[in-house]
């Protein structure tokens, strides 16, 4: 190899190694050769020598600390890679292959695509595969089976050379893979016939770059006018006669039966044989160029005025040259600017080229161009079998709205979809998390919804049934009432106990009132009011009721024992025995008040669905179970109270003031409650639990009113409406007689009334209340 030193021009020789001999005969590899010598050159001399390369497209020539003096007018591979992978990325594509042929160029060209597509992400690799630089039979067909191991990644990205790029193909077309394979060549494809030349199916849609370039006329004009006369100093150019026309020049050459001719020196480039601009022709003129302006710069510096070289010139400082090319900045041959950046490179400009086919005929068509940035006309792109679709290759399919991507350890463009379930939502690209309690995910689980607000409506089945009940109860009691004011001072109503009886009637018309309020909409009046009146109600009508069961029971344990009055059983007193036991009631309820103020709540796991669409909050009061039963506690106290004093009275006579209806009452009464507590706890845990805790509630007082109003006051109304002749005054006696009477008829005849139509009863009753009120 010569080389220019200070002293002169000397010849270097350089070792090659037989790996290399086939590259030296390939000249598709002519930037790899270069690129050695470069190398060999450097590591033979350490001089400084700049260099300026019209091929070498290296990345490692980039390397400023080790190939300082070096420059060229093409761009490295680096570009070249970071606008296939732009490409990649501007076609959706993430899942990728690359095949390198073996040696400098392709493996450095693979890698560098691998260090783009790592540092600006979305791209993985499914294949790398290697050509040898001898390869065995057989071995492009095992490329293509490790290409198809993953079939999802149809795009193969290419860094070889043009003999591996065509047997690549062939053994494509072999494996009846037309169509499948979407091929990403680099320049050493470029626009080439040769490697796609009678497999042009199999190439279609391929997609390759070449660095920005144009044919140089003035180049054409000149070489096709060159003969052997006028191209006598170009010693290679008569080995370039014979190969270009086949024939010989010397007949003692030609051997029979090889079929070439003898040269006759009238054969014409381009009209005897085919011409094709080589296509660095622009790039050998503008490195040549950029040494002549250097140099003309660095005369102008060093010799101002002077022609030929100076004595600062000679022999010339390789530093300052170096420094006089990369401040260069010309118009090339092709009108492109010619400048080189830090590392002594050319900036990337790069035509980007796809195979079609039209009508039978194939073409390499441009689509697009490449300078720092991608442009792409992806509308002018046409696929395998014509298509504009653009082909997949993906590694997995983007996950549907509500689905969270669960990456494959080690493969980043790889993923599972996994379903956000339950009350979880979309929370970005690879998480789901849970929706707020009050809130739930909508139908395709990307975002949350409030949870829809419902409570006991006055519509709803659970609620028309004891509203009725309540209606028909209130109407009764008012009858009731209307009917005892009316006829107020007739002996029924007095022996009855007027005061109590209003009392009574009252808690009555309290209970019945409380299913109002039980299906009202919570706020915190009416919660405020159910706490109140849903024992009070109760409360007041067995305070009544265990009042005159008390009063009696005293009346005949007295009169068992001796023959005066017991105490406190005229009405005030009634009224204000009955009126100290509600007030416990009232007390307790101040005393929750003050404790926990009423509320109303929205609960949303009473009917928190594992169906998040069946899910509901439900508007109530914020009673709790517990809550409840303490509420009643004291009115079933006092039912529980009443009827064990009914039990105790049960030997009265029959007619003899209320006694026996009082205890029907209290045991109808301790039925219904019976029956409501497994009721009302054994459906907690149904989705309905409101609805019938509060059905079943309402119902439940109801009935109770109901029971003491039929068994206590409707017979007395039917004798004040239907037989007034019995409603009429008895003889009355002294209170010692009638309780003695009443005694000795319960010791000894039990089961006989003293007297017919309740006789006994009404004197009883009479001379106490007149007792009572002197």
Same mark, same amino acid.
């Given at each position: 190899?010569?080389?220019?030193l200070a002293e002169g021009w000397q010849w270097v020789r350089l070792s090659v190694p037989l790996s290399l001999l086939p590259m030296i005969m390939n000249h598709l590899a002519v930037d790899e050769m270069e690129s050695w010598i470069q190398r060999e050159i450097s590591a033979v001399f350490s001089i400084r020598i700049p260099?300026? %390369?019209?091929?070498?497209?290296?990345?490692?020539?980039?390397?400023?600390?080790?190939?300082?003096?070096?420059?060229?007018?093409?761009?490295?591979?680096?570009?070249?890679?970071?606008?296939?992978?732009?490409?990649?990325?501007?076609?959706?594509?993430?899942?990728?292959?690359?095949?390198?042929?073996?040696?400098?160029?392709?493996?450095?060209?693979?890698?560098?695509?691998?260090?783009?597509?790592?540092?600006?992400?979305?791209?993985?690799?499914?294949? %790398?595969?290697?050509?040898?630089?001898?390869?065995?039979?057989?071995?492009?067909?095992? *490329?293509?089976?490790?290409?198809?191991?993953?079939?999802?990644?149809?795009?193969?990205?290419?860094?070889?050379?043009?003999?591996?790029?065509?047997?690549?193909?062939?053994?494509?077309?072999?494996?009846?893979?037309?169509?499948?394979?979407?091929?990403?060549?680099?320049?050493?494809?470029?626009?080439?016939?040769?490697?796609?030349?009678?497999?042009?199916?199999?190439?279609?849609?391929?997609?390759?770059?070449?660095?920005?370039?144009?044919?140089?006329?003035?180049?054409?004009?000149?070489?096709?006018?060159?003969?052997?006369?006028?191209?006598?100093?170009?010693?290679?150019?008569?080995?370039?006669?014979?190969?270009?026309?086949?024939?010989?020049?010397?007949?003692?050459?030609?051997?029979?039966?090889?079929?070439?001719?003898?040269?006759?020196?009238?054969?014409?480039?381009?009209?005897?044989?085919?011409?094709?601009?080589?296509?660095?022709?622009?790039?050998?003129?503008?490195?040549?160029?950029?040494?002549?302006?250097?140099?003309?710069?660095?005369?102008?510096?060093?010799?101002?005025?002077?022609?030929?070289?100076?004595?600062?010139?000679?022999?010339?400082?390789?530093?300052?040259?170096?420094? $006089?090319?990369?401040?260069?900045?010309?118009?090339?041959?092709?009108?492109?600017?010619?400048?080189?950046?830090?590392?002594?490179?050319?900036?990337?400009?790069?035509?980007?080229?796809?195979?079609?086919?039209?009508?039978?005929?194939?073409?390499?068509?441009?689509?697009?161009?490449?300078?720092?940035?991608?442009?792409?006309?992806?509308?002018?792109?046409?696929?395998?079998?014509?298509?504009?679709?653009?082909?997949?290759?993906?590694?997995? $399919?983007?996950?549907?709205?509500?689905?969270?991507?669960?990456?494959?350890?080690?493969?980043?463009?790889?993923?599972?979809?996994?379903?956000?379930?339950?009350?979880?939502?979309?929370?970005?690209?690879?998480?789901?998390?849970?929706?707020?309690?009050?809130?739930?995910?909508?139908?395709?689980?990307?975002?949350?919804r409030p949870i829809p607000i419902v409570k006991l409506e006055w519509s709803s089945p659970w609620a028309v049934i004891p509203v009725l009940i309540s209606v028909a109860g209130i109407m009764a009691t008012l009858f009731v009432v209307v009917t005892f004011i009316r006829y107020n001072d007739t002996p029924i109503v007095k022996?009855?106990?007027?005061?109590? %009886?209003?009392?009574?009637?009252?808690?009555?018309?309290?209970?019945?009132?409380?299913?109002?309020?039980?299906?009202?909409?919570?706020? !915190?009046?009416?919660?405020?009011?159910?706490?109140?009146?849903?024992?009070?109600?109760?409360?007041?009508?067995?305070?009544?009721?265990?009042?005159?069961?008390?009063?009696?029971?005293?009346?005949?344990?007295?009169?068992?024992?001796?023959?005066?009055?017991?105490?406190?059983?005229?009405?005030?007193?009634?009224?204000?025995?009955?009126?100290?036991?509600?007030?416990?009631?009232?007390?307790?309820?101040?005393?929750?008040?003050?404790?926990?103020? &009423?509320?109303?709540?929205?609960?949303?796991?009473?009917?928190?669905?594992?169906?998040?669409?069946?899910?509901?909050?439900?508007?109530?009061?914020?009673? &709790?179970?517990?809550?409840?039963?303490?509420?009643?506690?004291?009115?079933?106290?006092?039912?529980?109270?009443?009827?064990?004093?009914?039990?105790?009275?049960?030997? !009265?006579?029959?007619?003899?003031?209320?006694?026996?209806?009082?205890?029907?009452?209290?045991?109808?009464?301790?039925?219904?409650?019976?029956?409501?507590?497994?009721?009302?706890?054994?459906?907690?845990?149904?989705?309905?639990?409101?609805?019938?805790?509060?059905?079943?509630?309402?119902?439940? *007082?109801?009935? %109770?009113?109901?029971?003491?109003?039929?068994?206590?006051?409707?017979?007395?109304?039917?004798?004040?409406?239907? $037989?007034?002749?019995?409603?009429?005054?008895?003889?009355?006696?002294?209170?010692?007689?009638?309780?003695?009477?009443?005694?000795?008829?319960?010791?000894?005849?039990?089961?006989?009334?003293?007297?017919?139509?309740?006789?006994?009863? &009404?004197?009883?009753?009479?001379?106490?209340?007149?007792?009572?009120?002197?």
């Amino acid at each position: 190899v010569g080389v220019n030193l200070a002293e002169g021009w000397q010849w270097v020789r350089l070792s090659v190694p037989l790996s290399l001999l086939p590259m030296i005969m390939n000249h598709l590899a002519v930037d790899e050769m270069e690129s050695w010598i470069q190398r060999e050159i450097s590591a033979v001399f350490s001089i400084r020598i700049p260099q300026v %390369s019209y091929a070498s497209t290296a990345p490692e020539l980039s390397d400023n600390t080790r190939y300082d003096f070096f420059s060229r007018v093409v761009p490295p591979d680096t570009y070249q890679a970071q606008a296939m992978v732009d490409i990649v990325k501007a076609m959706r594509w993430n899942f990728v292959s690359t095949v390198a042929s073996e040696g400098n160029y392709g493996e450095s060209g693979v890698d560098a695509f691998i260090q783009k597509s790592r540092e600006d992400g979305g791209v993985c690799i499914s294949q %790398s595969v290697k050509i040898p630089r001898e390869p065995k039979p057989g071995e492009f067909g095992k *490329v293509i089976r490790r290409l198809r191991e993953n079939p999802n990644a149809r795009v193969v990205i290419i860094f070889a050379n043009e003999d591996d790029i065509r047997r690549l193909l062939q053994a494509a077309k072999k494996a009846n893979q037309t169509g499948h394979f979407i091929w990403v060549g680099s320049d050493s494809w470029g626009s080439k016939i040769s490697p796609v030349l009678h497999q042009e199916e199999m190439a279609e849609g391929a997609v390759t770059i070449l660095p920005k370039r144009q044919s140089i006329r003035g180049f054409d004009r000149y070489f096709i006018s060159r003969t052997l006369e006028n191209n006598r100093r170009n010693i290679w150019f008569a080995e370039f006669w014979e190969n270009n026309f086949a024939c010989k020049l010397s007949r003692h050459a030609l051997k029979k039966g090889s079929g070439l001719k003898k040269c006759t020196n009238q054969e014409r480039i381009g009209k005897d044989s085919n011409y094709e601009q080589e296509g660095k022709v622009q790039f050998v003129i503008d490195a040549v160029y950029s040494m002549a302006h250097a140099l003309h710069n660095m005369h102008r510096e060093l010799c101002p005025g002077k022609v030929g070289l100076c004595s600062r010139m000679d022999p010339i400082n390789g530093t300052l040259l170096l420094k $006089h090319i990369r401040m260069l900045n010309f118009a090339g041959i092709a009108g492109n600017p010619v400048l080189f950046n830090g590392n002594g490179d050319a900036p990337g400009r790069y035509e980007i080229y796809q195979y079609q086919i039209k009508n039978r005929t194939a073409e390499y068509k441009i689509i697009g161009h490449w300078t720092d940035q991608l442009y792409l006309n992806i509308l002018a792109m046409h696929w395998p079998g014509g298509g504009r679709k653009i082909p997949y290759s993906i590694c997995s $399919h983007p996950c549907q709205a509500g689905e969270r991507k669960k990456i494959v350890k080690g493969i980043p463009c790889c993923w599972h979809c996994e379903r956000c379930d339950g009350y979880q939502y979309q929370a970005d690209t690879y998480s789901c998390k849970m929706c707020r309690f009050d809130l739930r995910p909508n139908e395709n689980h990307t975002a949350c919804r409030p949870i829809p607000i419902v409570k006991l409506e006055w519509s709803s089945p659970w609620a028309v049934i004891p509203v009725l009940i309540s209606v028909a109860g209130i109407m009764a009691t008012l009858f009731v009432v209307v009917t005892f004011i009316r006829y107020n001072d007739t002996p029924i109503v007095k022996a009855s106990g007027r005061e109590l %009886s209003y009392v009574l009637l009252t808690g009555i018309f309290m209970c019945y009132a409380t299913t109002f309020l039980m299906i009202s909409a919570p706020d !915190v009046g009416i919660c405020s009011l159910r706490r109140i009146f849903l024992g009070l109600g109760m409360s007041i009508s067995y305070a009544a009721l265990l009042t005159k069961t008390n009063r009696i029971y005293r009346i005949f344990e007295q009169g068992s024992m001796s023959v005066s009055a017991p105490r406190f059983i005229s009405p005030a007193s009634q009224l204000v025995i009955t009126f100290s036991l509600t007030s416990v009631q009232l007390l307790g309820v101040c005393i929750w008040f003050g404790v926990d103020p &009423s509320q109303a709540i929205i609960d949303y796991e009473d009917q928190r669905m594992a169906n998040p669409d069946m899910a509901r909050g439900m508007l109530k009061c914020d009673i &709790s179970d517990l809550s409840l039963i303490c509420l009643l506690g004291y009115s079933m106290l006092l039912m529980v109270t009443c009827t064990v004093y009914a039990i105790k009275t049960r030997g !009265v006579p029959e007619a003899f003031n209320e006694a026996k209806p009082i205890g029907f009452t209290m045991y109808t009464t301790c039925i219904i409650w019976l029956a409501f507590i497994p009721i009302f706890f054994g459906t907690s845990q149904s989705t309905e639990k409101m609805y019938i805790q509060t059905t079943t509630l309402t119902i439940s *007082v109801s009935l %109770s009113a109901s029971v003491s109003l039929g068994m206590l006051y409707m017979p007395k109304v039917y004798v004040i409406l239907r $037989h007034p002749e019995q409603n009429v005054p008895k003889r009355t006696r002294s209170l010692k007689a009638v309780v003695t009477a009443a005694t000795m008829s319960n010791k000894f005849n039990p089961k006989t009334s003293l007297r017919p139509n309740g006789e006994a009863k &009404s004197e009883l009753c009479e001379s106490l209340e007149t007792q009572g009120e002197l």
